[in-house]
């Protein structure tokens, strides 16, 4: 059983920044990947960023203002969110997947932590 824990989220005004955080936790034996994803009212789930051992993607409408990184050591994942704009207001989603101990793969995703940019 693999639990994802966010944190980090809430009210900001535009221009400012926030830095969310997602834990994992549980019998893993490797994290093979990790990445945020962003729900708003009325619209699809779509990719922030995502973070593997072969390097970092970004959603083209956060390029330049959001970057993830990522903590083997602990199993978490952060996205440092800069430059907000009202349209950044969503749920956003931690979600990784990988490898339990007991060898099967899992793929999991987070409760959510909701962000809201506004004046």
Sequence with gaps: QVQLVESGGGLVQPGGSLRLSCAASGSILRINAMAWYRQAPGMQRELVAAITTSGTNHADSVKGRFSISRDNAKNTTSLQMNSLKPEDTAVYY??????????????????GTQVTVSS
């Design 94 to 111: 931690c979600w990784s997947n990988g490898r339990l101990l007991r060898g099967t793969l899992y793929d999991r995703w987070g409760q």
